[in-house]
């Protein structure tokens, strides 16, 4: 089955930058899709929820212009996330929004909502649900979702346990339509990596958080320099969903990021204070791909980095 036009239109690379919780804004996205990829920010980042109409005009406005001024390199579409778990009180408000704006790629997490796809489907956006396993997989294909987001081990924030080569050969067994990876992706060759083993498109988080442009911290951004595979944590510890995160920001907290207690499962909360310090703001999520990256710099750069890496991988197989 081939890719629907909007995941293949005016993009470099087959990337969709994963959405960072508090760390993607506008700036960020923005600079995604003029480099060339799908780039995608959470709804729950603006705050007041109100806010998320500011952005969707800024985003939707900014890239109709880029566009007009440069037709011949047009920018990628946008994604956004949304998620569809009951805890999130927003949904319903955040998605008229996503409707009003047309929103081209929603991306949907934490459960698999019929009437979410349809909202998407009304206005011709497409709906990519992410997933840990096969079960999920097809849970949400069956509820209409358009395509999948394979999150397999070593994958930034919430993540699976599954190697991505089990992950992605269970899911193409029964499903053809558009599957992306994600799960330590970081240079050129994992994305073309990722093809190989069956995904359409590479989903790549972590590199992100060390750009100019991301809304982390400058110490965050460090860390994401300084940390190599081994400095990864996975622990349902901080907001009862399991994830990855870096070890350096734990212990900064006064916790032993080695003998982390389990948390209660059913009682979820993405962005609790644990001893002071919260999820995602003082507790850093991060993949294990981070051992590739070398330097803060624009999010330009780093998709030319990519792209050169990309077409050398590529260039190697053909030998």
């Known amino acids: ?14 990337v969709v930058a994963s959405p960072l919780f508090i760390i993607s804004h506008p700036a960020l996205t923005l600079a995604q899709c003029k480099a060339g990829i799908v780039g995608a920010f959470p709804a729950l980042n603006a705050r007041p929820e109100s806010q998320l109409d500011e952005w969707l005009a800024m985003i939707t406005e900014d890239l109709a212009a880029h566009n007009a001024a440069n037709p011949g390199r047009p920018a990628s579409p946008f994604a956004v996330n949304q998620i569809v778990h009951m805890s999130n009180k927003r949904l319903e408000h955040d998605l008229r929004l996503c409707v009003k704006y047309k929103v081209p790629v929603v991306i949907s997490s934490l459960g698999a909502v019929p009437e979410v796809n349809a ?20 849970s949400a294909i069956r509820k209409g979702a358009d395509g999948l987001i394979a999150v397999a081990a070593g994958a930034g924030g919430h993540a699976g346990t599954l190697s991505p080569f089990a992950l992605v050969q269970e899911i193409r067994e029964w499903f053809d339509g558009p599957l992306l990876l994600a799960g330590a992706i970081a240079n050129g060759g994992a994305i073309l990596a990722a093809q190989a083993m069956g995904a359409d498109m590479a989903y790549v988080g972590s590199p992100f958080i060390a750009t100019e442009e991301a809304r982390a911290s400058e110490a965050y951004k460090q860390a994401i320099v300084d940390g190599m595979a081994n400095d990864i944590v996975y622990s349902n510890y901080f907001t009862g969903v399991h994830g990855n995160y870096l070890k350096p920001s734990v212990k900064a907290v006064g916790l032993d990021p080695d003998n982390l207690p389990a948390a209660d499962p059913t009682k979820m909360d993405f962005e609790q204070a644990v001893g002071g310090a919260k999820a995602w703001k003082d507790i850093w999520g991060s993949g294990q791909g981070i051992g590739v990256i070398k330097a803060i710099e624009p999010v330009s750069k780093l998709v030319d980095r990519l792209e050169a890496e990309y077409t050398a991988a590529r260039t190697r197989l053909l030998l």
Request: aromatic share 2%.
């Open 1 to 14: 089955m081939a890719l629907p036009p909007i995941l293949i239109q005016n993009l470099r690379l087959p």
């Open 119 to 138: 909202a998407v489907h009304s206005y011709g956006g497409i709906v990519l649900h992410d997933v840990i396993n096969n079960r999920h997989a097809n």
